[in-house]
């Protein structure tokens, strides 16, 4: 019983850094400056999310969290096929994005889907 408690322990020790540093945070609201209907959630690094109903395409707040990560918003849903010649994504979106706050600043209010990488990784 003592050494299963040991074990436990470590096995705690070690997995919570892990779990405390929740890169991938990301508030999104359907108003500017963190209003209207909110969801904050931790994003898996690497994969796409599409954005889902409760903003009704409306998603005025985008704000990373402070970690080492950033986020592609996309104008399409995840694995939709890009048909502007601009390309369709915003580009990296950080916590010190200035227009996390107001995405309508740079005509981004509608974004359909996005990803998140860390900044130490290779960029996608
Ligand atoms: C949003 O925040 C900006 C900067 O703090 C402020 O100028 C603006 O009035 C705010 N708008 C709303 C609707 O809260
Ligand atoms: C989205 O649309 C539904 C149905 O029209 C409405 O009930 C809901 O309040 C809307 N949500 C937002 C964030 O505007
Ligand atoms: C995102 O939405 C598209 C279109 O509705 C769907 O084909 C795709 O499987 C979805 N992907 C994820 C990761 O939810
Ligand atoms: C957000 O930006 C748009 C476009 O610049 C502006 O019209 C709107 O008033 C801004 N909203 C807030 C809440 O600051």
Aim: neutral net charge.
């Amino acid at each position: 019983m003592k050494s299963f408690a040991v074990l436990l322990a470590a096995v705690l020790a070690v997995a919570s850094p892990i779990q405390k540093r929740d890169v991938g945070g990301v508030l999104i609201c359907s108003g500017a400056n963190a209003t209207g209907t909110c969801e904050h959630n931790v994003y898996k690094i690497d994969s796409c999310n599409n954005i889902t109903t409760p903003f009704n395409g409306s998603t005025l707040t985008f704000a990373p969290d402070g970690e080492a990560f950033f986020c592609y918003p996309y104008a399409m849903k995840c694995g939709g096929i890009c048909t502007s010649p601009e390309g369709c994504t915003l580009g990296a979106v950080d916590f010190s994005y200035p227009h996390k706050f107001n995405m309508s600043e740079v005509s981004w209010s509608n974004i359909k889907s996005f990803s998140c990488h860390l900044k130490s990784s290779a960029s996608v």
